[in-house]
């Protein structure tokens, strides 16, 4: 469990995280969303420790992370994804890449041996192992930065928007990945984002604003308060936003849609009572 009391920090007399308290369960998948500056990755640069609080405290697994003698096990514990994976590259090769991690865990040959083939699988990159990273695709990339990190084998996975530099099928490639971390590994995921398409398939969706939690709780009661939404700078689902008009137009569809099949069967179900 990460708990998370009183966290606070500031930048040039400004606060940037703000009273923050926070618990995550493992095995969850939640998704932090907010504007440039609400300070969604300076959160995410507390959970393992690259940032130690000013105020305040975070405990990953009972550990103190402003406890320098528990860094090494926290680290461990709690994998951080950046936006851009050419920063986490450290190896010129996919294989050697990955490898790093667990080399440096002191492992035996066959263990990081067993540890590489275990995270090139469960990415899907197996095929690419000895190709120079500087051939790959975006997409691939952030893949191979993934495998790197889940080498590891952390209890808690962070994604600081991965995604924000791929195209449309590179992203669904590293959900669709990520998805299996969680439902088969139950690895916990924490996923930063501004798509709120992708925090839609969380369990939990929380928004920040101004360096506080503005909303916590499920997805389909964050997406169905356009008011929360616009308040915190962001933009409502398109299949939500349209659901929520057609409901003040006197056509109430019900639960309010998160994606573009349950929007269509809403509608279906709708124009079927009315006949």
């Known amino acids: 469990m990460i708990k998370i009391t009183g966290l606070c920090r500031s930048y040039e007399g400004r606060a940037v995280l703000d009273n923050i308290d926070l618990d995550i ?74 490898a790093f991690a667990p080399e440096n865990l002191g492992l035996t040959e066959d263990e990081t041996e067993e540890r590489i083939a275990f995270a090139l699988r469960a990415v899907g990159i197996e095929r690419l192992r000895r190709r120079s990273i500087n051939e790959l695709s975006g997409g691939q990339k952030q893949l191979t930065a993934i495998a790197g990190i889940l080498a590891m084998r952390p209890e808690y996975m962070v994604f600081d928007e991965c995604t924000s530099m791929l195209d449309p099928e590179a992203r669904r490639r590293i959900l669709d990945c990520v998805h299996e971390l969680n439902n088969k590994y139950g690895t916990t995921i924490i996923w930063i984002t501004h798509h709120m398409d992708e925090a839609a398939e969380a369990d939990r969706v929380i928004i920040m604003d101004n360096g506080t939690i503005k909303a916590d709780g499920a997805p389909r009661g964050i997406f169905s308060d356009a008011a929360l939404i616009s308040s915190s700078g962001l933009k409502l689902l398109e299949c939500a936003a349209l659901a929520l008009r057609l409901r003040d137009n006197g056509y109430d569809l019900g639960t309010v849609p998160l994606t573009a099949q349950e929007l269509a069967k809403a509608v279906s179900g709708y124009t079927g009572g009315s006949k």
């Open 25 to 98: 369960e493992k095995g969850g998948f939640i998704a932090i969303l907010g504007r440039n500056g609400s300070g969604k990755s300076t959160l995410a640069r507390h959970l393992n420790a690259l940032l130690i609080p000013e105020r305040g405290n975070v405990e990953i697994d009972g550990m103190d992370t402003s406890d320098s003698s528990a860094l090494f096990a926290i680290r461990e514990r709690v994998g951080i994804v950046f936006q851009n994976p050419d920063s986490q590259a450290v190896a010129s090769i996919v294989e050697d890449d990955t």
